[in-house]
């Protein structure tokens, strides 16, 4: 009985293809006095924040008392230039706590200020959670002449407290861990 010879095919495709990429956090957290550890009164430039209309840092906290009427409060901090690059992503964590709208629809949000004109901005809120968001800067032009991390409250009087905040770099990497396994055979 002759031999029986197998044939092997040469597969035409991988047998798998990485499809997945991830986010992941390179570097130390970029925000100074991310627990609002250094008291700083109203309308008072501090060793990090700087607090605007109606903000106080006392406690460890943020608070924003907008009685008034005022809806364009800010705190923010100016950082190092060139920290909030175009092009590149950040995760933003913070926590809001004692929302109160006045009866009315304020909100409070971050924003992150590149030197170069670029920022992005953070979603508007108006319920006490702690919120995480990728922020990528280059959303829009027309920023700070210098690197800053804003908290901004928008349309009606708004009090509310920030009780921390924490900011990472993101880099995108590609992951060899995952894929579309494939039988081998050619097709």
């Known amino acids: 009985m002759p031999a029986t010879i197998q044939t092997i095919q040469k597969p035409k495709r991988a047998r798998a293809l990485d499809t997945s990429t991830s986010?992941?956090?390179?570097?130390?957290?970029l925000c100074n006095d991310p627990n609002f550890d250094t008291a700083v009164g109203e309308g008072v430039t501090?060793?990090?924040?700087?607090?605007?209309?109606?903000?106080?840092?006392?406690?460890?906290t943020a608070t924003c008392t907008n009685d008034s009427g005022d809806a364009n409060g800010n705190l923010f901090q100016t950082?190092?230039?060139?920290?909030?690059?175009?092009?590149a992503t950040y995760r933003v964590t913070y926590t809001v706590s004692g929302i109160n709208q006045h009866g009315g629809s304020g909100k409070i949000r971050i924003a992150l200020y590149g030197s170069d004109g670029y920022y992005a901005t953070g979603t508007s809120r108006t319920t006490n959670?702690?919120?995480?968001?990728?922020?990528?800067?280059?959303?829009?032009?027309?920023?700070?002449?210098?690197?800053?991390?804003?908290?901004?409250?928008?349309s009606d009087p708004i009090s509310v407290?920030?009780?921390?905040?924490?900011?990472?770099?993101?880099?995108?990497?590609g992951n060899n861990n995952h894929g579309q396994i494939y039988s081998g055979r050619a097709l």
């Open 129 to 154: 959670d702690t919120y995480t968001e990728d922020l990528t800067i280059g959303s829009s032009t027309g920023g700070a002449v210098d690197d800053r991390i804003y908290f901004q409250t928008q």
């Open 79 to 87: 950082t190092t230039t060139g920290l909030f690059v175009t092009g």
């Open 23 to 29: 986010e992941q956090i390179i570097g130390n957290q």
């Open 46 to 60: 501090g060793t990090y924040w700087t607090c605007q209309d109606d903000w106080v840092i006392s406690s460890n």
């Open 161 to 173: 407290t920030i009780d921390t905040v924490t900011i990472h770099k993101l880099e995108s990497f």
